[in-house]
């Protein structure tokens, strides 16, 4: 799934980030157009992970 995939399916990843992390909060995951690069660095300091981790957690739908 590539970032205009993940736009499109926005609401139904939100709900299964906030399942799997529930450290994350609806401030976090407010995804607004072109804040991708912030949404992710929102979520890589929620979760400890690398921005390449990040990246590949939503765009690999199976890791959720």
Do not use: C, P, S
């Not at 906030?18 to 890589?44: C, M, P, S």
């Amino acid at each position: 799934m590539n970032l205009t995939e993940l736009k499109g399916n926005w609401n139904e990843m939100k709900g299964k980030l906030k399942q799997k992390y529930a450290q994350l909060t609806d401030d976090d995951l407010l995804f607004v157009e072109g804040k991708e690069d912030e949404l992710v660095g929102r979520i890589q300091t929620r979760l400890g992970k690398t921005k390449d981790e990040v990246h590949k957690m939503l765009t690999e739908d199976e890791d959720l």
